[in-house]
């Protein structure tokens, strides 16, 4: 029979698991992406001349260690091989990100989340932004790739205002209420707003539980005196929560 500890493991890893089965690609698949697009593309006239632009800047964002502009620039090179036009709006939203010290939050105590650049968008922007916030169920993976509706919002979690002109230099703090919100992994959603023109919006995706702090604090302890043939599946899900962080636009 199963232990008390082991039980509460398994239900734990139940919930947690699956959260982060689909983190934010990495950068070196973020360059594969790009190849590919731009082998796809064939890119010819106009065109190349200006891809071929971006590949030089690439390579000195690159030898620098830039990543921030590495990865402006592979964003820039696949809209443009997609036959769109990069624009300043698009080069804003693209420097934005969410980043937060938790991957697996305890909502009956405040997630504190910052709003962030990776680097500093050519677009003017004269005054104070405000940050629109939402939770929402995470995105399903349609087979086959194809447009999805957007994902239902759990929550509505309000409007932050005096949000700053350079995320670099200070990031935006907001500490989030999640104690109505169920357990389960969900994608927080954030639009920055000029008034009432959207800029630009960024997500990220965790996994909440009421009380997670304690549940853990117990099969810690449960843990110690478990049998040394099931400590392992015991502490698993604890090893987990400590040692997987929310994915990272600048890895």
Do not use: C
Request: hydrophobic share 40%; proline share 8%.
């Amino acid at each position: 029979m199963l232990t008390k500890a082991l039980r509460s493991s398994l239900l734990l890893a139940a919930l947690l698991v699956p959260a982060f089965s689909q983190s934010l690609p990495n950068l070196p698949l973020a360059r594969l992406g790009y190849t590919v697009r731009k082998r796809t593309a064939n890119p010819q006239g106009e065109l190349k001349t200006k891809i071929d632009a971006i590949d030089r800047e690439l390579a000195e964002a690159t030898r620098l260690g830039n990543i921030g502009e590495v990865r402006r620039l592979l964003a820039k090179g696949v809209t443009l091989l997609s036959g769109a036009e990069w624009t300043d709006a698009l080069d804003y939203e693209h420097s934005l990100v969410l980043r937060a010290d938790q991957a697996f939050v305890d909502t009956s105590k405040p997630y504190t989340v910052h709003l962030e650049q990776i680097y500093a968008p050519s677009i003017a922007l004269e005054h104070p932004l405000s940050a629109r916030v939402s939770l929402r169920k995470p995105p399903a993976p349609r087979p086959g790739g194809g447009t999805q509706p957007p994902p239902e919002v759990v929550k509505d979690l309000g409007t932050f205002d005096d949000v700053g002109r350079d995320l670099r230099e200070s990031p935006y703090r907001m500490e989030l209420d999640l104690a109505s919100v169920p357990d389960g992994t969900y994608q927080l959603y954030l639009e920055v707003m000029d008034k009432e023109r959207s800029l630009g919006s960024t997500s990220l995706r965790f996994a909440a539980r009421r009380d997670l702090d304690a549940a853990l604090s117990r099969l810690e302890a449960e843990g110690k005196s478990a049998p040394e043939s099931v400590k392992a599946d015991v502490l698993y899900p604890l090893d987990f929560v400590h040692n997987v962080r929310p994915p990272d636009v600048g890895q």
